[in-house]
């Protein structure tokens, strides 16, 4: 059998990647967020420093990157938990449903 055959033999998952590394990906999502946001800001503070002659404005746009990588990681969900799909609990507390 050659590869090709190989590759289209059913039953073969076509993804080989583990189905738990959501965590993982979310992580480094984060990571890449806050990362880019410091080195983004910082270096408009920086230029903002050089034009204007102060030294302060990069330590502002590297905290302003931080918070910005925060509030995009949480927009994207990427700190809650997600354990498989979510599952629907009746609800026992429904006005006008008694079976009395």
Do not use: C
Request: proline share 7%; glycine share 16%.
């Amino acid at each position: 059998m050659g590869p090709v055959a190989e590759r289209e033999r059913p039953g073969k998952p076509s993804d080989p990647r583990p189905e738990s590394d959501g965590g993982y990906n979310a992580g480094m999502a984060v990571f890449s967020y806050i990362i880019g946001g410091i080195i983004v800001w910082s270096l408009i503070g920086w230029g903002l420093d050089t034009l204007l002659k102060t030294r302060w404005f990069v330590l502002i746009g590297a905290l302003l990157g931080i918070a910005g990588g925060l509030y995009i990681a949480g927009k994207h969900g990427l700190f809650s938990q997600q354990r498989g799909p979510a599952k629907a609990e009746p609800d026992d507390d429904v006005e006008g449903d008694s079976a009395h």
